[in-house]
């Protein structure tokens, strides 16, 4: 794998002139964020001999892996700032700064220009990027585009709420706008409603926490009809690789993340993908998710992500390397062959998936068998790699206290 990241002198490296080099010409890489992502990241390019460093909450499963080392810094995008752009870090000057996570993205965008001078950073158009951290601007850009949406509505206050009131769908899901900044407070990425009232109430919660809401229609089917996809955009908003994958199961189960998937290539999720992405000029990592509605057998928006998500490492082990890839392009080398990857591979996030089981069991919608059956394949998991597996055994332990009542409760 080193081999992929050869010197390519045709290319000239970017950042600026100023910028050090390292022994081995493998500048550093500074994670911003630990959660699945960062795992992914760290195990893919620590492999290659890159140093990578951890910016990441007190809990984040990254500062176990054996390629990372985190540094003493709260989570914080105050002190993640005056670490980088402070004394502390001059050290790591030079470095690959990447984001794994909303808060690195916002923080990179905000502060490009000072950041460059110090560190390697992607491709990017920052107006592009936090227009997707942002729902209702996602939603409205998808429309202009001609990509097919859920029905939404903004509610910015009772006046707004009650102008919509007879519109609305139940049950409606309440979306925070900066769905990171209401996660990181409520443990939680939306809210799901049966009633006006119920409405009310909820885009008054999420407005307490700092963001405020779209109302989006939930859009029917099971979680299975969900589907990604995945690319990097050049300079010019052109995709250089193209991957897609499906959902099986989520928990909870309508509402939570997905905690099994598998890869297939999905060309109509790249089409509506591409189109959203050249509409609103994003560029460097861009991934998007669809539901196929059943009223219309449409894939709808969901939501978008410019930057490594939970399932990389799935990408990853199926053939496309985001992490070697971006990091080639950024430091000027011939990036990884991304032309294919392997379909059917899959990714289970097992205890997850047990408690989806039984949730769907409860419903009727599943039984034992039928989910043996689809388990019983060669599985990727999100944390667990025998080479690496401190990681999952830090989940683990989380879990168990969080279980006994040791630890409070978190999203993980």
């Not at 699945?36 to 290659?48: D, E, H, P, W």
């Not at 001609?146 to 910015?156: E, L, M, S």
């Not at 196929?292 to 053939?319: H, P, Q, W, Y």
Request: glycine share 6%; hydrophobic share 40%.
């Amino acid at each position: 794998m080193t081999a992929l990241l050869v010197e390519d002198v045709t290319r000239r490296a970017v950042g600026p002139p100023s910028l050090p080099t390292f022994p081995g010409n493998l500048p550093p890489v500074i994670l911003l964020g630990g959660q699945a992502n960062a795992v992914s990241v760290a195990r893919q390019l620590g492999r290659l001999g890159v140093k990578v460093v951890g910016l990441c909450e007190t809990g984040a499963f990254v500062r176990h892996s054996r390629y990372c080392r985190p540094m003493p810094i709260t989570h914080d995008i105050a002190a993640w700032k005056a670490y980088l752009l402070g004394p502390e870090s001059e050290p790591l000057r030079g470095a690959v700064l990447l984001a794994c996570s909303d808060e690195g993205i916002g923080l990179i965008a905000a502060h490009r220009q000072e950041l460059s001078r110090r560190f390697r950073l992607d491709e990017s158009h920052p107006p592009a990027q936090l227009a997707m951290l942002n729902k209702l601007s996602t939603y409205r850009a998808a429309r202009e585009a001609g990509v097919p949406t859920p029905k939404f509505w903004v509610a910015d206050s009772a006046k707004d709420l009650a102008v919509v009131k007879d519109e609305l769908v139940y049950p409606l899901v309440v979306k925070p706008r900066l769905s990171h900044v209401f996660e990181a407070k409520t443990g939680k990425k939306l809210l799901v409603v049966n009633s006006y009232s119920e409405v009310a109430s909820a885009v008054e919660a999420v407005a307490a926490t700092g963001t405020s809401s779209v109302l989006m229609e939930r859009i029917p089917g099971p979680d299975d009809r969900l589907c990604s996809y995945y690319t990097y955009l050049d300079e010019h908003s052109q995709p250089l690789l193209h991957f897609t994958k499906r959902i099986i199961r989520r928990y909870p189960v309508m509402t939570g993340t997905a905690c099994y998937h598998i890869t297939d290539w999905i060309p109509e999720a790249a089409e509506l993908g591409s189109r959203l992405f050249r509409h609103v000029g994003l560029r460097g990592l861009a991934n998007v998710e669809f539901k196929r509605d059943t009223r219309d057998g449409l894939l709808k928006l969901i939501e978008c992500n410019a930057r490594f998500t939970a399932s990389d490492c799935l990408v990853a082990r199926s053939g496309v390397n985001l992490a070697a890839f971006v990091y080639s392009r950024i430091t000027g080398r011939t990036p990884p062959p991304n032309d294919d990857f392997a379909r059917g591979m899959r990714l289970w996030d097992p205890v997850r998936d047990l408690q989806a089981c039984l949730a769907m069991r409860r419903d009727g919608d599943i039984t034992w068998g039928k989910w043996v059956a689809s388990i019983c394949h060669r599985q990727t998991f999100p944390y667990f790699q025998w080479s690496d597996p401190l990681p999952a055994l830090a989940r683990l332990t989380a879990r168990l206290r969080r279980a006994t009542g040791l630890a409070p409760a978190a999203s993980a």
